[in-house]
């Protein structure tokens, strides 16, 4: 499904409009003042009272700018402006919600940008063929309720609604539930709303762009991901008593998957990466060995063959680990995503446009997962990505640079208007 024609040599006519960055930067400092924390960091954790008013104030833009807004079932809310003709709307977007920890730009930059390029559109009364839409989806960070992208991969049907209303969060509560209490419970029947095409505004979220001094990354494709839990049963027995050969320490059996993660990694190469995030011991005391343990392995790669192969080669240590130790060692998954690529001469479009701009731009996949990959199921997809000050995310130090939010923001900007088609200006006169 491709809907830009052109031939990858040629350059897209470029419109002479541009988005205004001090008012980008505004919108993004206001939204950051909600759940702000120290160091400059946002706790806007999904469905909190924050989440609410952070909600609140986007959907308070986007009536002022006249968007048509609608809330579906999962909260998921979308503002549309209206093409020439009526149809399924290019749409923008991406997420406010953060981690406990999070910063000012992941997500919120991709809606609001997305946001800044309709008001460009309205202050020149620029028209579009198709209806252009700005949507963000509930829950992308999955710090509160798993999985995560919930929002918008009901949205694109790949999750049931029902599964992620019943889902329970850290403090016990369910997603129907806090949707309810703050207000975010649509009407709109989630996979109802078809989209034409989807480009999301992104922080990079890690170092690439920044190293390499490129300004633009457009990006190829979203890395499938693996979440398991592994729970190790050993036995406790005293520290000070107990041969070294006759343990069943469960505390050794998951720092050796740990390392085994890892090695699997390294051995792999290419864009295979491991990480044991989480483990806690039980009773956890300096004195006794462990009789459990429980611990998460995260193994992402672009390709999916390859991250069958990780997950099947870490199986194989950790059964070798089980039988050595003695130890009983069963495996839940958390979340697990296919790789994907995005539509190709959406990513073309971004390459070109970025170039056409003046700006330095690279393919490179992501390494973290957007609301992008989810929708890339429903309709032809592309992201651009803005470089992160020390690839930092995650963290309150997350810092884009004025002229790289503006430089993301000026590509969005022009590829939605190739996508949605300029019809005229508002004094007749044609932009195309
Ligand atoms: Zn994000």
Known sequence: MSLIT???????????????????LH??????????????????????????AGRDLVVSWMRDLGLTITI???????????????????????????????GRYDGNLGVLAGLEVIETLNEQNIQTRHPLAVAFFTNEEGARFHPDMMGSWVFSGGLSLED???????DGTTVAE?????????????????????????????????????????????????????TVKGVSNHAGTTPMNLRHDAG????????????LALKMGGNQVATVGSIQLKPGLVNVIAKEAKLTVDLRNTD??????????????????????????????????????????????????????????????????????????????AMIFVPS??????NVKEYTAPADLENGSNVLLQVLLQLAEVKHLGDGSRLD
Request: glycine share 10%.
């Open 164 to 170: 992620a209303l019943a889902e329970v969060g850290t």
């Open 252 to 263: 050794y059996g998951a720092s050796a998957i740990a390392v085994a993660a890892r090695q």
């Open 389 to 394: 000050v020390n690839g930092l995310s995650h």
């Open 72 to 102: 579906d079932q999962l909260g998921n809310v979308v503002g549309t402006r209206p093409g020439v003709e009526a149809g399924p709307p290019v749409m923008t977007g991406s997420h406010i919600d953060t981690v406990a920890t999070g």
């Open 27 to 52: 919108r993004l400092d206001q939204l950051a003042q909600i759940g702000a924390i120290e160091g400059g960091g946002v706790c806007r954790l999904a469905l909190t009272d924050a989440d609410q």
């Open 178 to 230: 806090n949707l309810d209490r703050i207000g975010y419970a649509g009407a709109v029947p989630c996979g109802s709303q078809p989209v034409k095409a989807f480009v999301e505004l992104h922080v990079e979220q890690g170092p690439v762009l920044e190293r390499e001094g490129i300004q633009i990354g457009a990006v190829t494709g979203v890395q499938g991901m693996s979440w398991q839990e592994f």
């Open 304 to 381: 999916s063959t390859l991250l069958k192969q990780a997950e099947a080669e870490l199986q194989t240590h950790i059964d070798a680990i089980a039988a050595a130790e003695a130890l009983e060692i069963t495996a839940q998954s958390l979340a697990r995503f296919e790789p994907v690529s995005f539509d190709a001469a959406m990513i073309d479009s971004v390459e070109r446009t970025a170039q056409a701009l003046g700006c330095s731009v690279k393919r490179l996949p992501s390494g973290a997962g957007h609301d992008a990959g989810m929708i890339a199921a429903i309709a032809p997809t």
């Open 6 to 24: 052109d031939t990858p040599m040629t350059r897209p006519p470029l419109s002479p409009l541009r988005i205004n960055r001090d008012r980008l």
